[in-house]
C-alpha cells in the first residue's frame, strides 16, 4: 500500500465551482472546512437542519442553527430504499420544510443514500454534503447523482440532485483505515484515464482537487448522463458486476481499479489501443496498490449477467473504453469480446 502524500500547510482551501447556473454550488478543499459549515448553512437561508452522520460526536460538525442528529452506518448493505425512508420519516418527525436543509457527514455510501433522501422528501430540500472519506471526496460527493442498491444490481433506483455545497476536509482522511485509502485511490487511478492526469505522488489534497475539478467540468457539460458523462463510469461496468458478485466484499474503488485494468484489455482486445495503452492501466493501478487481478472463485457467466443488467447497458453489453479518438461509451460489446479480457486477468 502506498503511503498517502501529506498536504501542505495552506491558509485557504481549494475552491472547484461546479458551473450549473443557478445551481452552481463550490466545492472547498483542505484541513478543517469542516468548521465553515454554518457559514455555508447560513448562505442557503435554512433555518434549522437535519445532520445524517456516519461519524461520531466529535466529527460531526454543528451547523449553527437548531438541528437533529440522525446516526446512520456506511457501508452497501444499509443503501437500499428501507434506508431512504426511514430518513425521510426522521426529516418529518423533525418537521424539516423546503426551506432547511439536510447535512451528510460520511462515506460514498452516506452522501448517496441522504443525496437520494433529500431529493425525494417534499420533492427536494437543499443538502450539503461532508464527504469523511476519500472515495467521497474524490467523486460521491459531487455531480448530483443519488442512488441506492436493488437485489437486481447496484444503483438502479436514484435522482439526480446538486448539494449546495461541498465540504472535503482533509482532516477527516487521518481517521480512515487502510483500507479505505486503496478504496479511493480506485477512483483516482481511473480518473488518469479520462482528462485527470497522472496524479500519483501527489500531495492528497492535489489529487482530490483535481479529481474533483475533471468531475465539474464533465458534469457542468453533461449533468445528466446524455453524452460526455458516460467517461466518468470508466472501470464502473465490471466494478459494480464484482461488487454484487462477492456481496461488497470488494469495496467500490477496489472493485473500479479492477475494472479499469480490465477496460484496458478489453479496448485492447477490440483493437482500440495498442499494447502499451494496455499496459498503462495496469502500471496505473497497480502503482496506487490496488489489485489488477479478479479475485478467486468469482464466476464470468454471473459477472457477464451483472454487466447486462448495468444502466449503460440500453444496446448489449456496453462499457466506456479508451480509444484512437479517446474515451467513449461503446454499445453492442461482442460478449466474446468480454470474455477474451476476462480470461486474461
Known sequence: MRAPVPDRPASEPARVEVALGERSYPVLIGPGVRHR??????????????????????????????HRVVPVRDGEHDKNLTTVEQLCR????????????????????TTDVVGLAAGLYHRGV????????LLAQVDASVGGKTAVNLPEGKNLVGVYWQPRAVLCDTEHLGTLPQREWRNGYGEIARAHFIGAGDLRDRPVAEQIAASVALK????????????????????????????RATDFGLRHGEAVGVGTVFAGRLAGVLGRVPADRVAEHHDVVAGYGL???????????????LMRRDKKATSGLSFVLDGPGGVELVARVPEAAVRTALSGM
Open 291 to 305: 489489485d489488477t487481478t479478479l479475485p478467486a472463485g468469482v464466476d464470468h457467466d454471473e459477472l457477464i449477467a
Open 216 to 243: 465539474a467540468r464533465v458534469v457542468a457539460a453533461d449533468e445528466r448522463d446524455s453524452g460526455l458523462r458516460h467517461i466518468l463510469n470508466y472501470g464502473h461496468t465490471l466494478g459494480h458486476a464484482l461488487e
Open 37 to 66: 459549515l454554518p457559514a455555508e448553512v447560513a448562505r442557503i437561508g435554512a433555518q434549522r437542519v437535519v445532520v445524517v452522520s456516519a461519524r461520531p460526536p466529535e466529527w460531526t460538525p454543528d451547523p449553527g442553527v437548531p
Open 90 to 109: 426522521a426529516f418529518a418527525e423533525f418537521g424539516l420544510t423546503r426551506t432547511d436543509a439536510v447535512v451528510s457527514c460520511g462515506g460514498g455510501t
Open 126 to 133: 437543499p443538502v450539503i454534503h461532508l464527504p469523511t472519506s
